[in-house]
């Protein structure tokens, strides 16, 4: 299984950004997709996922700002990032995870960049 992320890149503090993730290969329909950030010399956190049902899971500090969605049939995982803040400078990793009996299937894409400007 490959993730391949997109959209990455530098955007002033209050713009927007859209990240894309695309899997290929082969894994269970019942999964969550979903985005983890990682910033220097911090550990790897959850931003916010999304099960293959469309239940949505994100962390407190994104709420209202970042929202995701995803296309079974490109099976493809998105983040609209808008309002963004310093902090949310970060690595930026797409992740695809087996749900229930299938849940050692658990895929990382190679992480793109996002930078803040203040």
């Known amino acids: 299984v490959q993730l391949v992320e997109s959209g990455g890149g530098l955007v002033q503090f209050g713009g927007s950004l859209r990240l894309s993730c695309v899997a290929s290969?082969?894994?269970?329909?019942?999964?969550?997709m979903g985005w983890f950030r990682q910033a220097p010399g911090k550990e790897r956190e959850l931003v916010e996922q999304i099960t293959s049902g469309g239940s949505t899971n994100y962390r407190d500090s994104v709420k209202g700002r970042f929202t995701i969605s995803r296309d079974g049939g490109k099976n493809a995982v998105y983040l609209q990032m808008n309002n963004v803040k310093p902090e949310d400078t970060a690595v930026y990793y797409c992740?695809?995870?087996?749900?229930?009996?299938?849940?050692?299937?658990?895929?990382w894409g190679q992480g793109t960049q996002v930078t803040v400007s203040s």
């Open positions: 290969g082969r894994f269970f329909n019942t999964n969550v």
């Open positions: 992740n695809l995870r087996g749900l229930g009996p299938f849940a050692s299937q658990n895929y």
